[in-house]
Nanobody, 114 residues
Framework: QVQVVESGGGLVQAGGSLRLACVTS????????MGWYRQAPGKQRELVAT???????TYSDSVNSRFTISRHSALATVYLQMNNLKPEDTAVYYC????????WGRGTQVTVSS
């Protein structure tokens, strides 16, 4: 079974930073598009950022210029560096691996206090 495991969430004040990490298998990491999604209470899950196996990236308008997605091939890990966090960034953040299959992690909570 494919595993996608997130880490790095926590509580931070507005204006602060956090870095999320997502590790998966090398087989998945080398061929799939990796992405971060988030779901706030009472809202639908939304795309935050994606990165392809060739390192092309996309971002939602709400996080563009504040968040950076990157990948470390040797560690089969994708990161989400989140800067200048706002209370509206509070959500559970999920890692996704999309390719021949579609795999999700269990999520990590990010809470931004005002």
């Amino acid at each position: 079974q494919v595993q996608v495991v997130e880490s790095g969430g926590g509580l931070v004040q507005a204006g602060g930073s956090l870095r999320l990490a997502c590790v998966t298998s090398q087989t998945i990491f080398s061929t799939y598009t990796m992405g971060w999604y988030r779901q706030a209470p009472g809202k639908q899950r939304e795309l935050v950022a994606t990165i392809t196996s060739s390192s092309s990236t996309t971002y939602s308008d709400s996080v563009n210029s504040r968040f950076t997605i990157s990948r470390h091939s040797a560690l089969a890990t994708v990161y989400l560096q989140m800067n200048n966090l706002k209370p509206e960034d509070t959500a559970v953040y999920y890692c996704n691996a999309h390719g021949a299959g579609d795999f999700w992690g269990r999520g990590t909570q990010v809470t931004v206090s005002s």
